[in-house]
């Protein structure tokens, strides 16, 4: 059984293309001969300069767009069967919650939608909402609530159905430092503790470096993967790793290959922080 | 509290207000009327063109025969709540309607670039010319045992003025749903109706509660108007044109049934303002003047 289970793989993508407005003079080689597998359980965060196509990637692993050729298998199935079986939950950088909806309420949604009865999601989601640390505010509104909470609450929502696979889009995008360190711990410490694969978008080297164990790091024109750094730091990841040396080398180590993909196409928007 | 009873303050003080400016004009403005550069715009001031506020409110408990009988306030009370009935048919009809057709033309693109514009269009056609046109059609209707009441095609005309600015509010609010949301919809592979009920919808709130208020305003005039045009007994509309027939005699009667129009109006609007409010509940708002 188990191992079967290690057998398949939680993301399966192999020779995919993307081409926005194909035939057309505006057509756009987003994504050119992506290969990339992930295992269960692991954290892999997709790096690298603005129009990469990170959010693209991340898109059609969600079978929010169609590739243009290749496949995508998540949890060995097709995307599409994937996301008629609700086998991913997604998180934006723009947390997206229902205004008209109470904080419990909008957790609750994707219990809604896979026709759970009234008692069995708000128990679930009020579960959810002390996994990231907001019990108190179940019935407050999401405008009620700071940024950094919304966010958390986006989070909640994504988990809520226990998903195998997370995909998220620079959700802490719009955070302050500290909360964003905060939040990374806090995921950290959550996708642990529901054995929770990650796929990660993020501008920002330490980010990727703390919370993942590989770092894809991509280039744009055509977007591809330059290459893929293993972080192993070794043991738990707390506040201690951020100064630790073994952390410095291995966002060192990206910020070199990013500066591969600068001397080929130009790298911006990457922060260095 | 106090913010519940501050427009009904104003509401009195702007009455008084009109009341005075209305008495001060009769005592020091032209008795047989005035010119200006030679236009004869300022109104006379005689009792037969401007009664006392007084007399306004004195006639009102005349009774409206010379035979006796219901007073003229009893008169035009009735009619205004005859007319508020048709009006109220009209707007939850025009409202359903509306909706109806901004969820159809969401959906398709295309309806939306083939339709819209005959809808604009619709809303050119002066009420008074299809008025008669529309009566004249509900009267050769008959189902049955069951033939069309004229009531229903002044309901209709209501309808036909309510559903208009529902429409364009509420396609307008059904497109503005946020596309995280939606994206987030896709991602949980809701269907259309689906997402049309639980994020399209309640996005198209904030934009369909101004709408009807334009719709309720609309199925008044639409109905006053079509009560006046195909001349439907026992509504305001009819009384308005009665009594300002009598006005020579009895002046202050058309006052009254001008009085009870206003009235119909602004009972509207404070139904439309109680949905605002139920609708609104719970929603970020900014600080409404
Ligand atoms: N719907 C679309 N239609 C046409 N072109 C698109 C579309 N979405 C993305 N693109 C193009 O594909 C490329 C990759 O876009 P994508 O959004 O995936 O980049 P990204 O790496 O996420 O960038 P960022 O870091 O700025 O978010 C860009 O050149 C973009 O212009
Ligand atoms: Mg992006």
Redesign the pocket.
Known sequence: MTNQVAAVHAVEIAGLNKI??AGKSSA?E?LVDVDLRIAPGEFVSLI?P????????LRLIANLLEPSSGTVLVNGKPAATARQDQDYGMAFQQSGLFEWRSVVRNIELPLELKGWDKAKRRARALEMLELVKLGDFASHMPWQLSGGMQQRVAIARALAAHPPLLLMD?PFGALDEMTREHMQSELLQICARTSTTVVF?T?SIPEAVYLSNRVVV?S?RP?RITEIIDVDLGGERDEGTREDSAFYGRITAVREALRGVEMTGGAR?IEDR | MSRRLRPVVMFCVAMLLVAVLWEGYKAIGPEKGGEILGFGILPRTNDQVMPHVWSMIGGMFDPAQRTGGDTVLQVVLSGAWYSFRIALVGFAVGVAFGMAIAVVLSRFRLAERAVLPYLVISQTVPLIALAPLVAGWGGKLQIGDWVWPRWMSAALLGAFLAFFPVAVGTLRGLKSANPASLELMDSLAASWWRTLITLRFPSAVPYIVPALKLGGAGAVVGVVVAEISIGLKGGIGRLIIEYSRQATSEPTKVFTSIFGAALLGLTMAAIVAGIDALLMRNRPRETTS
Do not use: Q, R, Y
């Open positions: 926005f407005n756009v987003a690298g603005s129009g990469c196509g990170k959010s693209t990637l620079e978008v501008h991509m744009p977007g928007g």
